[in-house]
């Protein structure tokens, strides 16, 4: 995971219970496309309480609301070149 590229194409996705018939069943739906980057944004910024409910995928994998944070952090740790080689 710690390669990730920021500009992949990525969704959100939320699982939505029937609160009229608990226990029948959920939907999945999209709530936002765009570059993970963007997404892993986007998933952080949903209330913590919700976080459980959504995930990304993207042709990298899924990530969960943690790990979307933790990728946000090696993003940011990151200097400036110190993926090219020498």
Known sequence: M??????????IHR???DIEH??????EVIVAKGPLVIMAHGLC????VMRGTC???SEAGTLSAEEA????RVWSS????A???M
Request: no cysteine; charged share 35%.
């Open 2 to 11: 710690l390669h990730l590229p920021m500009d992949i194409p990525a969704e």
């Open 15 to 17: 699982r939505i219970e």
């Open 22 to 27: 608990p226990g029948y069943g959920s939907e």
């Open 45 to 48: 910024a949903i209330d913590p």
């Open 55 to 57: 995930w990304i995928t």
């Open 69 to 72: 944070e933790e990728i946000l």
């Open 78 to 81: 990151r200097v400036e070149g």
């Open 83 to 85: 993926d090219e080689e």
